[in-house]
């Protein structure tokens, strides 16, 4: 893969991250935190594989 698709996906990562964070954070407020653990782990996944991405497009 080259450096811009490794980009874009990074980009993807980040932003889902982004969001299921968001959602995690209104679902703890609204409805405690054992109905938004799973968007904490979502989001701690996404920006791992985000991370992941990063290092793969530093290393070409």
Same mark, same amino acid.
């Given at each position: 893969?080259? @450096?811009?698709?490794?980009? !874009?996906?990074?980009? &993807?990562?980040?932003? %889902?991250? %982004?969001?299921? %964070? *968001? &959602? $995690? &954070?209104?679902?703890? =407020?609204?409805? *405690?935190? *054992?109905? +938004? ?5 979502? +989001? $701690?996944? $996404? !920006? =791992? !594989? $985000? ?6 497009? @530093?290393?070409?």
């Amino acid at each position: 893969m080259n @450096k811009r698709s490794l980009l !874009l996906i990074e980009i &993807i990562w980040i932003i %889902l991250g %982004l969001m299921c %964070l *968001g &959602i $995690a &954070i209104r679902e703890t =407020v609204n409805n *405690g935190f *054992g109905r +938004a653990w799973l968007f904490y782990l979502m +989001a $701690a996944g $996404a !920006l =791992v !594989l $985000a991370w992941v991405r990063d290092s793969q497009r @530093k290393k070409l």
